[in-house]
Nanobody, 124 residues
């Protein structure tokens, strides 16, 4: 079982990035997915989540209107489109999988699998 996050990088404030999370070793259709982020010295916080059939999505307040989570189960991949990035979005971003198809949670304790993280740095 593996989750491979990619797409991070250095971007100017106001810029955009599109993160991807490719799953292997399990069927993504059975899992709710989430994106989390973490900065040094702080706990991992939930950013966005999506149910297995994409009918339910949720974003933390600070990213609403700027971030969009989506998924392509045929490609076993989940995405996080991040627009109008701000310096406070700087963090390592992780994707997680929870074996609860109808869930969409931003609390990390329910997640079963994690990717390795991808660094997002927003700076001029």
């Amino acid at each position: 079982v593996q989750l491979q996050a990619s797409g991070g990088g250095l971007v100017n404030p106001g810029g955009s990035l599109n993160l991807s999370c490719a799953a292997s070793g399990f069927i993504l259709d059975d899992y709710a997915m989430g994106w989390f982020r973490q900065t040094p010295g702080k706990e991992r916080e939930g950013v966005s989540c999506i149910s297995s059939n994409a009918q339910i999505t949720y974003h933390r307040n600070s990213v609403k209107g700027r971030f969009t989570i989506s998924r392509d189960n045929a490609k076993n991949t989940v995405y996080l489109q991040m627009n109008n990035l701000k310096p406070e979005d700087t963090a390592v971003y992780y994707c997680g999988a929870e074996r609860a198809p109808w869930a969409c949670r931003l609390t990390r304790y329910e997640y079963d699998y994690w990717g390795q993280g991808t660094q997002v740095t927003v700076s001029s």
